[in-house]
């Protein structure tokens, strides 16, 4: 790492504590970026696809700990400072695609909810995205010569609103959309907040009934199970209009629909999805990137997961060539990831006694042929060349690191135990000095951690 990178301290915190505790952080993953090169690569090039208009969906499949939840994360992070508004949320009993009871609702309220722009990364970005866009028409009008509140830069700012406004009018509910917008608009010039908090709830999906919507704005629909995604959609288009790169929605933990007791319930989920899937590649669904990730259970399950659906499974099973021949295809639009290699858990094992010394202010006592016998005690395991997660390990390791700091009367050998066996008599071997050889200890996918500061 960078002698001469700062790091804010809450990044810090925030990270060594999720990293402990075997949660994704929401911030500072690009700092442990270890490997998933090739993978960080092909999601990045999805971006340049969906900046041009186009649209792309993809489902990131791994086993828990594999690391799914935290390559949403660095994504989604570099997504922010590419100009991308992004929107994340996990699926749970309570949140689905769609349901009774307002689960799909629910989805889209935990959506909007943690909308986020590169000024908002922490989420509840819809009134601050909505508001930036009307300061910088106003701004823009002003510095062309019109006087603000005149009725020249009046006539003028609601023009440019009506602009990006009747682009929604032609489609799905895009005429309401339009109206909201415009009313939000008229309640920002006359600092009228009711009618600017009615606005936002309707945008937010929180009226539950026409009667209840058209008595607060006189518009006819609202946003429900049925149509959310519609207005997902429209979204999409409208923060491309006011500036923004384009919109990218993040759906983790899918395996909550394969856990769908209920048959018919779980396949209106699948059925939902597809439709989804569909706009997304016929193109009905521009500046919008779709990314849900899931168990290979949820995918493969014959009886209750994606491939029980014979529509679904036609289009996401593994070509005949591909399965045959053992080739990973990162350009389809399943992403499986493979389990890192010992290099790489060997170069996340050394970010994060940087980062461990850097937090607490000294450098960490653990020795380069310490962490090399902790990650072979990790590696010996059996069934660890299949099962071993980046989570087990570094929840472990950072474990080791706690108490080393808490006990410094007591060696590393006292708190894990003997030295190690050989270690160069592995399938794969470690370096044993310096960096790992094969693995360059830096972020993937020319990302640099000195963009992410304010993330």
């Known amino acids: 790492m960078d002698k001469q990178l700062k790091i804010p301290k809450r990044i810090l915190s925030g990270l060594l504590s999720s990293l402990s505790a075997g949660v994704v952080p929401r911030v500072g993953a690009p700092y442990i970026a270890m490997g998933r090169t090739e993978e960080i690569s092909a999601l990045a090039d999805d971006l340049d696809e969906i900046a041009e208009g186009g649209s792309k969906t993809r489902f990131i499949i791994g086993k828990y700990g594999s690391g799914k939840s935290f390559l949403i994360q660095l994504l989604r992070g570099y997504a922010l400072e590419k100009g991308f508004v992004c929107a994340d949320c996990d699926l749970s009993p309570e949140r689905r695609i769609c349901g009774k009871s307002g689960t799909g609702m629910a989805t889209y309220r935990e959506l909007i909810k943690n909308l986020s722009t590169r000024t908002n990364p922490d989420g509840n970005g819809m009134q601050s995205l909505i508001s930036r866009w009307l300061d910088n028409l106003s701004s823009e009008i002003a510095a062309a010569g019109s006087a603000p509140g005149s009725p020249a830069f009046e006539k003028e700012l609601s023009a440019k609103v009506y602009g990006v406004a009747s682009l929604m009018e032609g489609q799905v509910g895009g005429f309401d959309f339009a109206n909201v917008l415009m009313q939000y608009h008229r309640a920002f010039t006359e600092d009228d907040d009711r009618k600017k908090s009615a606005c936002l709830r309707w945008l937010r999906g929180e009226y539950t009934t026409k009667t209840e919507a058209r008595a607060a704005l006189g518009v006819g629909m609202i946003i429900d199970d049925?149509?959310?995604?519609?207005?997902?959609?429209?979204?999409?288009?409208?923060?491309?209009?006011?500036?923004?790169?384009?919109?990218?929605?993040?759906?983790?933990?899918?395996?909550?629909?394969?856990?769908?007791?209920?048959?018919?319930?779980?396949?209106?989920?699948?059925?939902?999805?597809?439709?989804?899937?569909?706009?997304?590649?016929?193109?009905?669904?521009?500046?919008?990137?779709?990314?849900?990730?899931?168990?290979?259970?949820?995918?493969?399950?014959?009886?209750?997961?994606?491939?029980?659906?014979?529509?679904?499974?036609?289009?996401?099973?593994?070509?005949?060539?591909?399965?045959?021949?053992?080739?990973?295809?990162?350009?389809?639009?399943?992403?499986?990831?493979?389990?890192?290699?010992?290099?790489?858990?060997?170069?996340?094992?050394?970010?994060?006694?940087?980062?461990?010394?850097?937090?607490?202010?000294?450098?960490?006592?653990?020795?380069?042929?310490?962490?090399?016998?902790?990650?072979?005690?990790?590696?010996?395991?059996?069934?660890?060349?299949?099962?071993?997660?980046?989570?087990?390990?570094?929840?472990?390791?950072?474990?080791?690191?706690?108490?080393m700091l808490q006990h410094p009367d007591k060696s590393y050998e006292e708190i894990v135990g003997s030295a190690p066996p050989d270690l160069r008599n592995r399938d794969q071997t470690l370096a044993v000095n310096g960096t790992p050889s094969d693995v360059d200890p830096t972020l993937a996918a020319g990302i640099d951690v000195k963009d992410f500061d304010d993330i």
């Open 226 to 403: 049925e149509n959310w995604f519609d207005f997902i959609k429209l979204y999409a288009v409208f923060v491309r209009q006011i500036g923004y790169t384009g919109l990218l929605v993040f759906i983790d933990e899918c395996v909550n629909l394969y856990k769908i007791v209920n048959r018919v319930s779980r396949e209106s989920n699948y059925e939902k999805l597809l439709s989804m899937y569909n706009d997304s590649l016929q193109g009905r669904s521009p500046y919008l990137g779709l990314y849900f990730g899931g168990t290979p259970a949820f995918l493969e399950d014959p009886r209750r997961g994606l491939y029980s659906y014979e529509a679904l499974k036609s289009r996401l099973s593994d070509g005949r060539i591909a399965s045959m021949g053992g080739y990973r295809n990162l350009m389809g639009p399943v992403f499986r990831l493979k389990r890192m290699s010992d290099n790489e858990l060997l170069a996340l094992c050394h970010r994060i006694t940087e980062l461990h010394g850097l937090y607490h202010g000294s450098p960490c006592r653990i020795t380069e042929e310490q962490i090399l016998h902790f990650l072979t005690l990790c590696l010996d395991r059996a069934g660890s060349d299949s099962m071993i997660t980046p989570r087990e390990i570094t929840r472990e390791y950072i474990t080791v690191l706690d108490v």
